[in-house]
């Protein structure tokens, strides 16, 4: 057994202090991630059946971020700590602590989605499509975000040539898993689904990019999570499987029901 690691790239988590303000890499991931996917997003509608315009993706930003912020909260809140929040509820808010959940995130981003859609009296799968096909870009940074942070990091792998001791996770070598993530997660979720938008006939029947989306996510983090330091304070659950992996399965049966329903329905016009 071998227990050499790679040194562990140390990146201060602050990209900028001036006095008391400070930007964080994390931060930044998400801010680049929403604005380089609202862009992303302006030019996928403008392409066939466009029900919306450009300038209509652009004001989905606010909603896409309240919907980040709010459900990745309140998601870590309920699925990762409800007793600890119950008994202080005052820390419920204090974001800058720490403390995200993507799945949250995502059920935050789905009402955006619907109430949306619903202000335009356009197909919500629609709009569905075209946010998932660019959320893997802010997945992406905020994995690398994740890493540069020293967080969420991998399961002891002495044997493993590129394994790295992390600050907080003591000398014993480690799966850098954030960048796994990173890359099955942003990288090549982002390239299935937009050579997906690519064929007409999967972009005109709104919701199979969207249940690809969801399905895609859960069979790249369940694959991760076995690699992944769980929660401390949750350890493993349930037939060994971590709460990301369970949130994950539930995310991937979700997403097969939303492929065969929207298989089944008629396509837009052309």
Known sequence: MSLLALTFPTIDPVLIEIGPFAIRWYALAYIAGLFGG???????????????????????????????????RLGYVLFYKPAYYLSNPGEILMTWEG????????????????????????DKWYVADNVSCAVPIGLLLGRIANFINGELY??????VSWAMAFPGGGPMPRHPSQLYEAILEGLVLFVILNLLWRNDAVRHRPGIITGCFCAGYAIARIIVEFFREPDRHLGFLAFGLTMGQILSGALL??????????????PLSK
């Not at 209509?56 to 912020?69: T, Y």
């Not at 059920?107 to 335009?120: D, Q």
């Open 253 to 266: 049966l979700f997403g097969a029901w939303v492929i065969r329903r929207s298989l089944r329905r008629s």
């Open 154 to 159: 991998g399961r002891a792998a002495p044997d």
């Open 38 to 72: 609202t862009w992303y997003m302006r030019k996928l509608v403008a392409k066939p059946p466009a029900l919306i315009t450009p300038e209509r993706a652009d004001d989905f930003l606010i909603w896409a971020l309240i919907g980040v912020i709010l459900g990745g």
């Open 99 to 122: 403390g995200m959940s993507f799945h949250g995130g995502l059920i935050g981003v789905a009402l955006a989605i619907i109430l949306f859609a619903r202000r335009l009296n356009v």
